[in-house]
Antibody, heavy 125, light 109 residues
Framework: QVQLVQSGAEVKKPGASVKVSCKAS????????ISWVRQAPGQGLEWMGW????????NYAQKLQGRVTMTTDTSTSTAYMELRSLRSDDTAVYYC??????????????????WGQGTLVTVSS | QSVLTQPPSVSGAPGQRVTISCTGS?????????VHWYQQLPGTAPKLLIY???NRPSGVPDRFSGSKSGTSASLAITGLQAEDEADYYC?????????FGGGTKLTVL
């Protein structure tokens, strides 16, 4: 069965960086992409970006450009999301999700069919 | 401000039918991109409910259905049950970006 297991909760100070991991199992890792989605307390879902597990291509949300980096390690079927220069409004639950709908460099109406359990990142001085 | 617009809340009594709308524009839903729906129960990760406008993943009851027309889409839930109380999100594609609606809280009265 497909599973995405994320790393544990983090507490960071403003200006610091955080790196969240997402270990995939139950499918061929390089056949799908991974998207990262975050949810601030009491708020809706915000898509952060996507990475192809096949070739490492990325596509980030404009508001996070320059602060976020997504990578994968195909040897361990693990995806990573690093967010730098943390601010208090980065406090959120961060989810990884298997991204379906991209192939050969193009995407058609991608969606997320499996999700990780979420990682709470708290940014506080 | 979300790219896709959903009502903040809807409600219905057990057994009733409710619908949740998702309004986009000519650059996303109106451009022909599919709409997908997610259910988020309190304190849990979102779960895929409908994909490709109207398709249900295995295990999702047929009480849930989706449709799309023009620049909008709808999620319908029939035979409302207490366990359906959750937040619902629509999602589509716009300018190479995945976009979400702001979410709708469904209350079962």
């Amino acid at each position: 069965q497909v599973q995405l297991v994320q790393s544990g909760a983090e507490v960071k100070k403003p200006g610091a960086s955080v790196k969240v991991s997402c270990k995939a199992s139950g499918y061929t890792f390089t056949s799908y992409g991974i998207s990262w989605v975050r949810q601030a307390p009491g708020q809706g879902l915000e898509w952060m970006g996507w990475i192809s597990a096949y070739n490492g291509n990325t596509n980030y949300a404009q508001k996070l450009q320059g602060r976020v980096t997504m990578t994968t390690d195909t040897s361990t079927s693990t995806a990573y999301m690093e967010l730098r220069s943390l601010r208090s409004d980065d406090t959120a639950v961060y989810y990884c999700a298997r991204d379906v709908g991209c192939s050969g460099g193009s995407c058609y109406s991608p969606y997320f069919d499996y999700w990780g359990q979420g990682t709470l990142v708290t940014v506080s001085s | 401000q979300s790219v896709l617009t959903q009502p903040p809340s809807v409600s219905g009594a057990p057994g009733q039918r409710v619908t949740i709308s998702c309004t986009g524009s000519s650059s996303n839903i109106g451009a022909g991109y599919d709409v997908h729906w997610y259910q988020q129960l309190p304190g849990t990760a979102p779960k895929l409910l409908i994909y490709g406008n109207s398709n249900r993943p295995s295990g999702v009851p047929d009480r849930f259905s989706g449709s799309k027309s023009g620049t909008s889409a709808s999620l319908a839930i029939t035979g409302l049950q207490a366990e359906d109380e959750a937040d619902y999100y629509c999602q589509s594609y716009d300018s190479s970006l995945r976009v979400f609606g702001g979410g709708t809280k469904l209350t079962v009265l």
